[in-house]
C-alpha cells in the first residue's frame, strides 16, 4: 500500500450501544482495539461526515463508520535532515533546544518529521537502544508545542543513568524549570500543586487530575504580574519546577488552580474570553502565538560518564518573548499596581 486507504462499515444491530473502538474491534478483526483506539485519537475515523476523537462514543445501529488507514511504517525510523539547536554534546549526551511544532517520537500521525528523525540523522547509529526503535535516546519528553531544553541520552550507560536521575524525582542534582504565562495572577507569591493526574474520564487523549492517578507535584512562584483596564490582573509570568513528569502535568496543574496557560486549546479553553482583556498588541500576539505559552527554561543534570553536575538555561522563544514583552508594556501603560 503506497498511501491511504479507507475502510467503511455498517454498524450491526447486535453491536449498537457499544464503545466505538469495540465496535470497530468487532467488525475489523484485522486491526487491535488498541491500534484502533489510536487511530480515532489521531482524527481518522468518522461517522457519516463527521470525525470522532474519542473512543468512548456510543454507537447506533446503521451508523456509517469510515476508518481511514494510514500507510504502513518502517520498521524503525529514518534519518532527516531536520535543523537542531544544539546546546551541549558529546560522545554520551546531546542537549537540544527543542523549537514549536516539533513531535518528539514518531507516534500515530507524525510518523516521520521528529526530533527522533532529526537524531538519527545528525547521531548515526550512536543513540541508546534503550528507549526502543521509535524512541532511540529518549529519556523525557516535552509536548509538541512546547519549547526550551531537553537532554538526550547517545549511549545505554548514559540512558540508564539518566533515567534513574529522572525517577529519583526531587533528590539529586536533577531540576526541570519551565516559565508559563498564564491567565490571571495567584494571590501568593509561590505554592506547590500536589494532585495525582491520571487519564481524562471522557477525552482520552486529555490527562486531569483523578484521586485514583499517579502522584504529581509542581512548585511554582509568580515572577511578574501584568493588569490591566480597571487594575485588575490579566496575566502572569510564572516558573515552575518539576518533582514528577506526568503527560501535561503543568498544563493540567494550572488549570486545576484556575490559572492556565495562555493560548492552551485542550487545558485553557473556558479562559478564551480573557482575551477581550488585553490590550490590542497583547491580543495580537496571543493571536498570532498558535501554542500553549510553556517553555522549558532550565535543566540541571548530573552528567552520566563524569559525575560533573551541568546546568543549562534557554531564553524565552521570539514567540513568548512577544506576548509578554507585549503584556508588560500594557501593564505599564495602566499605570502601577494599587496598594494592598
Known amino acids: 500500500?503506497?498511501?491511504?486507504?479507507?475502510?467503511?462499515?455498517?454498524?450491526?444491530?447486535?453491536?449498537?450501544?457499544?464503545?466505538?473502538?469495540?465496535?470497530?474491534?468487532?467488525?475489523?478483526?484485522?486491526?487491535?482495539?488498541?491500534?484502533?483506539?489510536?487511530?480515532?485519537?489521531?482524527?481518522?475515523?468518522?461517522?457519516?461526515?463527521?470525525?470522532?476523537?474519542?473512543?468512548?462514543?456510543?454507537?447506533k445501529s446503521g451508523d456509517v463508520v469510515t476508518v481511514t488507514l494510514p500507510p504502513p511504517e518502517p520498521a524503525s525510523p529514518k534519518g532527516e535532515t531536520i535543523p537542531l539547536n544544539i546546546v551541549y554534546e558529546d560522545d554520551a549526551i546531546i542537549v537540544i533546544d527543542k523549537p514549536k511544532g516539533l513531535v518528539v517520537h514518531p507516534a500515530a500521525g507524525h510518523a516521520s518529521g521528529t526530533l527522533v528523525n532529526a537524531l538519527i540523522a545528525h547521531c548515526g547509529a550512536s543513540l541508546s537502544g534503550i528507549g526502543g526503535v521509535k524512541r532511540p535516546g529518549i529519556v523525557h519528553r516535552l509536548d509538541k508545542d512546547t519549547t526550551g531544553l531537553m537532554v538526550v541520552a547517545k549511549s545505554d550507560k548514559a540512558h540508564r543513568v539518566l533515567s534513574e536521575q529522572f525517577a529519583r524525582k526531587s533528590e539529586g542534582p536533577l531540576k526541570r524549570g519551565y516559565l508559563a504565562l498564564v491567565w490571571g495572577a495567584p494571590d501568593r507569591p509561590k505554592g506547590t500543586i500536589d494532585a495525582p493526574l491520571g487519564r481524562h474520564a471522557h477525552a482520552r487523549d486529555k490527562q486531569a487530575v483523578r484521586d485514583n492517578g499517579r502522584p504529581a507535584i509542581t512548585h511554582w512562584q509568580v515572577l511578574e504580574r501584568f493588569h490591566g483596564p480597571g487594575r485588575k490582573p490579566v496575566a502572569s509570568l510564572v516558573a515552575c519546577t518539576l518533582e514528577t513528569g506526568r503527560t501535561h502535568q503543568i498544563r493540567v496543574h494550572l488549570a486545576h488552580i484556575g490559572h492556565p496557560i495562555l493560548g492552551d486549546a485542550t487545558y485553557g479553553t473556558g479562559f478564551k474570553t480573557n482575551a477581550s482583556r488585553l490590550g490590542p498588541q497583547a491580543r495580537a500576539a496571543l493571536g498570532a502565538l498558535g501554542r500553549q505559552a510553556l517553555h522549558a527554561y532550565l535543566l540541571d543534570l548530573e552528567h552520566p560518564e563524569t559525575g560533573d553536575v551541568l546546568k543549562f538555561q534557554s531564553e524565552l522563544p521570539g514567540d513568548l518573548r512577544r506576548l509578554r514583552d507585549a503584556l508588560h508594556t500594557e501593564s505599564r501603560e495602566a499605570g502601577p499596581e494599587p496598594r494592598k
Open 1 to 59: 500500500m503506497t498511501g491511504k486507504a479507507t475502510e467503511t462499515i455498517t454498524i450491526a444491530a447486535e453491536n449498537a450501544g457499544l464503545r466505538l473502538d469495540r465496535a470497530l474491534a468487532a467488525h475489523i478483526a484485522s486491526i487491535s482495539r488498541s491500534h484502533l483506539k489510536t487511530l480515532i485519537l489521531a482524527g481518522q475515523v468518522r461517522i457519516a461526515a463527521r470525525t470522532i476523537r474519542d473512543p468512548a462514543v456510543t454507537v
